[in-house]
């Protein structure tokens, strides 16, 4: 109990977490009906009974759903909003997000709608809560090479705004290869990379997702422990892991927080920290995950909280001066 109150009250950095995930079904019934959009479900109730997920792509056909009521600046500028009140009452200094621009330009939205809805709440955030926010766009990996291409280009004009890029959505099938070139760009734009791995995927993409897209942080990465060499690479190179206890358990990559891997990997010295990734589809944000991740690991004491909120701020790309403002 008492760690649990000084888990609450420290300092945090949030590293992976996608603000389309953060649309909670309220908010999104609300945003429904101020575009006239008619939602299959009836009631915010049954919507989140469906929330009852067997792998990612149960998951990501309901999420990428319920990104259509997002219409107009106003509507992603309100929803990433939500998220960083609640990202401030859980103490977050330093949140560096995800989103997904092909998810929105498929269905008609223009990135500048996108652009301008985050800016806004952005800025709103930094001035009245006090958070520092970065934002990195995701590559949908389920959609081509080209199409990830043509929306690099199309991010161009905001450049400076971005401080990386990631790739996401459905692993199997979609390994880091078939995006080299792609990453190769981001990468001469001075753009920092990271990418999902290792989550539902094999060992071998968070190889490639080192060797071949130069990620300098793996999202996920909790498979990392099925292949021995590649946990002394991502330790002896302190990779940081963003992992998602909630996600997994929600996705069915461990059967229960029990299990979770998260001892494994902290007593193999690699850099994880905690993160929250869906939280409106995973039933908590990061402080309910750093709880229930405690009260399910009993192994886990004071110093590996400590250690995983330190490693949350030095695995952000903020400078150190930024980190030290913070902690
Ligand atoms: N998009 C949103 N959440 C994701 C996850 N956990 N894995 C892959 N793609 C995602
Ligand atoms: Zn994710």
């Keep these: 109990a008492q760690l649990s109150a000084l888990l609450a009250a420290a300092p945090k950095a949030e590293l992976h977490l996608h603000i389309e995930g953060t649309l909670e079904p309220e908010l999104m019934f609300a945003l429904a009906r101020r575009n006239s959009i008619t939602l299959p479900y009836p009631d915010v109730e049954a919507l989140r009974r469906a929330y009852d997920f067997s792998d990612l792509q149960s998951f990501l056909d309901l999420y990428y759903a319920g990104a259509g009521v997002l219409q107009t600046a106003q509507d992603f500028e309100d929803m990433a909003y939500a998220y960083f009140e609640r990202a401030a009452a859980d103490r977050i200094r330093r949140a560096e997000i995800f989103f997904d621009p092909q998810t929105h330009t498929h269905r008609g939205i223009a990135l500048a709608t996108v652009m301008a809805g985050l800016e806004a709440a952005i800025a709103r955030a930094e001035r009245e809560l006090g958070l520092s926010i970065a934002l990195i766009p995701c590559f949908l990996r389920h959609l081509s090479e080209e199409d990830a291409l043509q929306t690099l280009d199309a991010l161009l004009p905001y450049r400076e705004r971005l401080l990386g890029v990631g790739l996401d959505s459905g692993e199997r099938g979609n390994p880091p290869e078939k995006f080299a070139r792609v990453f190769e760009r981001a990468r001469a734009l001075g753009l920092r990379i990271v990418a999902h791995a290792g989550e539902e995927g094999p060992p071998a993409y968070i190889w490639?997702?080192?060797?071949?897209?130069?990620?300098?942080?793996?999202?996920?990465?909790?498979?990392?422990?099925?292949?021995?060499?590649?946990?002394?690479?991502?330790?002896?190179?302190?990779?940081?892991?963003?992992?998602?206890?909630?996600?997994n358990l929600r996705l069915c990559v461990v059967p229960d927080l029990a299990q979770h891997p998260l001892p494994a990997l902290l007593d193999a010295g690699l850099k994880v920290m905690l993160n929250s990734d869906d939280p409106a589809y995973f039933g908590g944000y990061l402080g309910a995950n750093l709880d229930q991740c405690f009260e399910a690991l009993p192994q886990l004491d004071a110093r590996h909280a400590y250690t995983l909120l330190r490693n949350s701020f030095e695995a952000s790309f903020a400078s150190p001066e930024q980190q030290a403002g913070w902690i």
């Design 208 to 247: 490639g997702a080192l060797q071949t897209l130069g990620a300098e942080r793996i999202d996920h990465g909790v498979r990392c422990l099925e292949d021995p060499a590649l946990v002394e690479e991502l330790r002896r190179r302190q990779v940081p892991l963003t992992v998602c206890p909630l996600s």
